[in-house]
């Protein structure tokens, strides 16, 4: 882009009142790239804060992205891409954060517990429902439901759902990760093809789904990060193959947001872990009802271009 730059005003007819214009053209240039630099990384902010939180990541992307401005910084091909691309980091978080759960699965003589195999085992019967659906149906959600108005009415779905469940869900009967059979897995790996619809959230449809199973809340939340991993790497494969013309020149974007969104989510994986040991999942159910009000009040009474 500096290059870029730098040609269009050597190209510029030389002259007191031109040089002035080409100076005046690359402080605005600049202004725009540090402008653009400073939304990747609140994209980051917000991706690592949201990812693992029953609230959806691509719906507060999608929303922060309209509203903040960013989606237009880029073509939409590559914003689009660029919310795909930057749950990566979100998500080798979770690989950073419990490192010892993923050394395990490489030990394939142990298939104790969540480890080995059996570990491996799980994650591709929980990965692959979604997976599945989410190739067949990939063109339809990205041009009908990545849209603000479409994630307000999933999250208000998802919030009458985390309240719901809350109130009633079986006695827990599987507690801790290495406790989990095929049929958990199984379970929540249907509840997570829910999170396709931008604004329900994976996070929500997998511990949800595990608790509804009789999976024990923490242990839900948990094998939720862990679930996490595989699908989101082949998303961000699928998306990568798909889009990578889209992104070229914004490398440096998706750098920011990449990094920042790592970072952020370390940190907000460990806070989860230990708010999940003192409350319910209720604040976020009305927290998600609230951000969807908010956006419809938007839309009805700003005018708000959705």
């Not at 998500?91 to 059996?118: E, K």
């Amino acid at each position: 882009m500096a290059a870029n730059l730098c040609t269009r005003i050597a190209r510029l007819p030389i002259g007191v009142s031109s040089v002035t214009l080409g100076f005046s053209y690359l402080i605005n240039e600049s202004r725009e790239v540090v402008m653009q630099d400073v939304l990747a990384a609140l994209m980051g902010v917000v991706e690592g804060l949201t990812e693992f939180l029953p609230i959806s990541s691509t719906g507060h992307l999608v929303l922060v992205g309209h509203f903040s401005g960013f989606e237009n910084t880029m073509p939409a091909g590559a914003a689009k891409a660029f919310e795909i691309i930057i749950q990566l980091g979100a998500i080798l978080a979770i690989v950073a954060a419990y490192p010892r759960r993923f050394t395990g699965l490489l030990r394939v003589t142990d298939n104790r517990g969540f480890s080995g195999l059996r570990g491996i085992g799980l994650l591709l019967i929980t990965t692959i429902p979604a997976s599945i659906l989410g190739l067949l149906t990939h063109h339809l959600i990205k041009e009908t439901l990545f849209h603000p108005l479409t994630v307000a009415a999933a999250l208000a779905v998802g919030a009458v759902w985390i309240l719901v469940t809350e109130y009633w869900h079986p006695r827990p009967k599987v507690e801790g990760v290495d406790s989990l059979t095929w049929r958990e897995a199984l379970s929540i790996g249907l509840f997570q093809c829910l999170s396709l619809w931008p604004g329900m959230s994976r996070a929500a449809s997998t511990i949800l789904g595990g608790m509804i199973s009789g999976v024990e809340r923490k242990t839900a939340t948990e094998y939720s990060f862990f679930a996490a991993v595989p699908i989101m790497i082949a998303a961000t494969i699928f998306e990568l193959h798909k889009s990578y013309r889209d992104l070229a020149g914004h490398f440096q974007v998706v750098a920011i947001g990449f990094v920042v969104s790592f970072v952020v989510a370390w940190l907000a994986v460990k806070g989860f872990v230990w708010f999940l040991g003192q409350h319910t999942l209720v604040p976020f159910g009305w927290y998600r009802l609230a951000l969807a009000a908010v956006v419809l009040w938007a839309a009805l009474t700003l005018g708000t271009a959705l």
